[in-house]
């Protein structure tokens, strides 16, 4: 069974810090990974999708990057503000989707 | 919005009762997938369409688990003689292919009591 880790598992940052979480996955039959921002109440909206190794990728406030080799990536959020609050999953696609349990960001005004 | 939509959004229902859930997809989307999400895991892979055609079915699926998609559009998860462990948020998301984003539904929330 294909394991995907996350930490920290909750975060709670003042208004203005900048944070950042890991994604651990396998390194081995790698297809893609996939960043979802989930609020309460709505539905999980994706923010990256990220294949070759070595990938950064940026929107807004928001950047990732990618070490297929090692099995991990990292999200960054630059100055938080209290709408970054949310659920931030990652999925390994390999043979199929494999998410984790996400990190739980609380951005306190 | 997402373009996704889900029905029902809640659904409560007794121990032993068959349940029926809908996803409709964005129209040019030619997978579909069906995830089930509890409290304090993400969201866990059941099944998956390419178009009509049933291409993967996670092994924690019991047989009691049928998901359909007659013509390729909207599908359908039906759960037979529930249990209070299907008691879920149950997640329909589509894609062009799994190298670009899933879409998203809102969920069907299902309480087993």
Redesign the interface.
């Known amino acids: 069974i294909l394991n995907?880790e996350?930490s920290p598992q909750s975060l709670h940052v003042q208004e203005g810090d900048s944070t950042n979480f890991t994604c651990s996955f396998p390194s081995s039959n790698f297809?893609?990974l996939?960043w979802?921002r989930w609020e309460t109440a709505?539905?999980?909206?994706?923010l990256f999708?990220m294949?070759l190794n070595g990938d950064e990728k940026k929107k807004g406030r928001i950047s990732a990057t990618l070490n297929t080799k090692e099995g991990y990536s990292y999200l960054y959020i630059k100055g938080s503000q209290p709408e970054d609050s949310a659920t931030y999953?990652c999925?390994f696609?390999g043979?199929?989707?494999?998410?984790?349990?996400?990190t739980r960001l609380s951005v306190l005004p | 919005d997402?373009g996704?939509s889900q029905n029902p959004r809640h659904k409560i229902t007794k121990r032993g009762q068959n349940v029926t859930f809908r996803c409709d997809p964005i129209s040019e989307h030619n997978r579909l997938?069906w995830?089930r999400q509890t409290l304090?895991?993400?969201?866990?892979?059941l099944t998956?369409f390419q178009n009509e055609a049933q291409l993967?079915k996670?092994r924690l699926l019991s047989d009691r688990f049928s998901a359909e998609r007659p013509k390729g559009s909207f599908s359908t998860l039906e759960i037979q003689r529930t249990e209070q462990g299907d008691s879920a948020m149950y997640?329909c998301?589509s894609t062009i292919n799994?190298?670009?984003?899933?879409?998203?539904?809102?969920?069907t929330r299902l309480t087993v009591t």
């Open positions: 995907v996350q297809y893609a996939h979802y709505k539905s999980p909206e994706a999708v294949t999953l999925a696609y043979q199929n989707f494999v998410f984790g349990p996400g | 997402t996704v997938y995830y304090g895991q993400g969201p866990e892979f998956y993967e996670s997640l998301a799994s190298a670009y984003e899933q879409y998203f539904g809102p969920g």
